[in-house]
């Protein structure tokens, strides 16, 4: 399960997605975003289901990347259609005791599970084909108005994505860890939550005193190398938007449109 997780990740490529403006994949991002969460019924989600299926196979990234990054959480895509399923009314088709399930139910459990996997992929997505830097200079450049007030973006640029970048390095160390607890005959696997929960123990505290070196040695290698944070900082890549972002605006623009048509031309089948 460790292994599977790849949240944080770059995939270098030559895609046109992978040569778009970092600047124009973070705000297409948030539109996609929004896209989901305005959908109310069948046809405005499957319009964000079509844009992972044209953007994917363009990206170049595998369908396998897309399980990988929804395998650990499927616990909690599990739980929440366990709550829509019981918790929503409608006609009964299944019932034992107080507990019940309606044809209403089942299919907003279904739908939303579609909407949390739509979520994880397509953020995904965005650190799948950017680099760390670019990422950096994208949420620096977009968020530079705030420097007007005394905002220090270029540091929480700097912060966020050195947290993003860090995430399958802790991963990997996790792995390493566990292995060697096994290799010592640390047993994780059996036993009640309470005793599970206690064989972490040997598993945190080592993966902290990494996490907290890895930190020290970072902040050492920066000071080693007169950084100082954004003042004066040039780039070797400037960022400069083109007819492939513009293209692409259009796209993930008119996708939103058919979103908002259909929650207004189809609410027999809404989800509220």
Partial sequence: MIKD?????????????????PRMKLILTTAYIVLLFVANNVFSLLVGVVFLLI????????WKMVLKSVKPILPIIAFTAILNMFFIGGNVIWQWWVFKITDRGVLTAVLMCIRIVCLIAGTSLMTYTTSPIALTDAIERLFSPLKKIRMPVHEVAMMMTIALRFIPTLIEETDKIMSAQKARGADM???????RVKALVPILIPLFVSAFRRADELALAMECRCYHG??????MRQLHMGRLDIYSALFVGACLT???LANIYAPG????
């Fill in 5 to 21: 997780i790849t949240i944080g990740q770059y995939f270098p490529g030559l895609s046109p997605v992978h040569r778009m403006d």
């Fill in 55 to 62: 953007v994917y196979p363009i990206s170049g990234i595998s």
């Fill in 189 to 195: 696997e059996s036993g009640n939550i309470i005793q």
């Fill in 230 to 235: 954004g003042e004066g900082r040039t780039r």
């Fill in 258 to 260: 058919l979103t908002i």
């Fill in 269 to 272: 089948l809404s989800l509220r």
